[in-house]
Nanobody, 124 residues
Framework: QVQLVESGGGLVQSGGSLRLSCAAS????????KAWFRQAPGNEREFVAV????????LYADSVKGRFTISRDNAENTVYLQMNSLKPEDTGVYYC?????????????????WGQGTQVTVSS
């Protein structure tokens, strides 16, 4: 099993930046794909970004392409989400997810392990 803990959320003005971190523990971090999802009040959980086991492949939601960057440091058992040019519509709770077979899939229901989430609020 894998345990995930997110950090780095907060309040930022439109156009600003935040860097989210997700620290993993449990087993075989490098065997797991990692992803970020977000959920705004009244909305379903939506895909943001995913990264392959060793960081060689990434995929982003169209809404964040060019603004967000996902990366991972397997030596530190951590995945990151660098968020630039933030918009009010980026506001929500951000969750990291892990799975050993999810590959680059974007549906939340197929991911096995989830963190508690961290709040990101972008003011206009």
């Amino acid at each position: 099993q894998v345990q995930l803990v997110e950090s780095g959320g907060g309040l930022v003005q439109s156009g600003g930046s935040l860097r989210l971190s997700c620290a993993a523990s449990g087993r075989a971090f490098s065997d797991y794909y990692k992803a970020w999802f977000r959920q705004a009040p009244g909305n379903e959980r939506e895909f943001v970004a995913v990264i392959s086991r060793y960081g060689g492949t990434t995929l982003y939601a169209d809404s964040v392409k060019g603004r967000f960057t996902i990366s991972r440091d397997n030596a530190e058992n951590t995945v990151y989400l660098q968020m630039n040019s933030l918009k009010p519509e980026d506001t929500g709770v951000y969750y990291c997810a892990a799975d050993n077979s999810a590959a680059l899939r974007t549906l939340a229901t197929i991911w096995n392990y989830w963190g508690q989430g961290t709040q990101v609020t972008v003011s206009s």
